[in-house]
């Protein structure tokens, strides 16, 4: 499986944007990049995925590289709430739903 | 709507009891997986499971085994409990087994401590 690799913790200040990287360079044409995100004591939450072309969604927006080496997960406007351990997944589009999760990136969000 | 539901939330076991965990998927959904978290690590797959058929497996010993019933929900049993079992088990559904869509919905666990 193709690996990610994330930052362990990063720390943010509330309503201001946080960008998430993710270094995946063993990525195939066929993985899509996918991020979930793990309150505490919750199981994991789906939050974006794309392919080539950058993505937008009610939660986050999501930046691949043109090389599709790296992305970037950016939370536009952080809350307390979006406090928690973010993951980005390469999924193969023909691999089901394996999800190879790294260790994440855990998110501080400060008042 | 209902979302992903587990049950048990919290169980205690000894090592070599078994243990039976049950998850009940968003209904309409056809496929359900099964992942192990360990403290302070990231979910590991155990079993995909789509159409009652196994559709991958993941790195575990024969100890594990799962199964999806007619409706769709599914158990995850696990046999000859030992120490390191001890985890929090999550049980996820989607509509399609696709990589490049459906995402997928997780409850939130089954944690099983073994003394």
């Known amino acids: 499986d193709a690996k990610t690799t994330q930052p362990n913790s990063m720390e943010s200040n509330e309503e201001e944007p946080v960008h998430l990287p993710c270094n995946h360079s063993?990525?195939?044409?066929?993985?899509?990049i996918h991020w979930y995100r793990q309150l505490p004591s919750q199981g994991p939450e789906y939050v974006i995925h794309?392919?080539?072309s950058n993505v937008n969604n009610r939660m986050a927006s999501l930046a691949i590289a043109e090389d599709r080496k790296s992305s970037t997960l950016i939370l536009h406007r952080a809350t307390l709430r979006d406090a928690a351990v973010y993951y980005c997944?390469?999924?193969?589009?023909?691999?089901?739903?394996?999800?190879?999760f790294g260790g994440g990136t855990r998110v501080l969000v400060k008042p | 709507d209902a979302g992903v539901t587990q049950s048990p939330t919290h169980l205690i076991k000894t090592r070599g009891q078994h243990v039976t965990l049950r998850c009940s998927p968003i209904?309409?959904?056809?496929?359900v997986s099964w992942y192990q978290q360990v403290l302070g690590q990231g979910p590991q797959f155990i079993f995909q499971?789509?159409?009652?058929?196994?559709?991958g497996r993941g790195n575990f010993p024969d100890r594990f085994s799962a199964r999806q019933f007619p409706n769709y929900s599914s158990e995850l049993n696990v046999n000859a409990l030992l120490l390191g079992d001890s985890a929090l088990y999550l049980c996820?559904?989607?509509?399609?087994?696709?990589?490049?869509?459906?995402?997928?919905?997780f409850g939130e666990g089954s944690r099983l401590t073994v003394l």
């Open positions: 996820a559904s989607s509509l399609t087994v696709r990589g490049d869509t459906g995402e997928l919905f």
């Open positions: 997944i390469l999924r193969d589009w023909a691999a089901g739903n394996k999800l190879t």
């Open positions: 063993t990525i195939s044409g066929t993985d899509y």
């Open positions: 794309g392919l080539t």
């Open positions: 499971y789509y159409e009652k058929e196994e559709r």
């Open positions: 209904s309409g959904h056809k496929s």
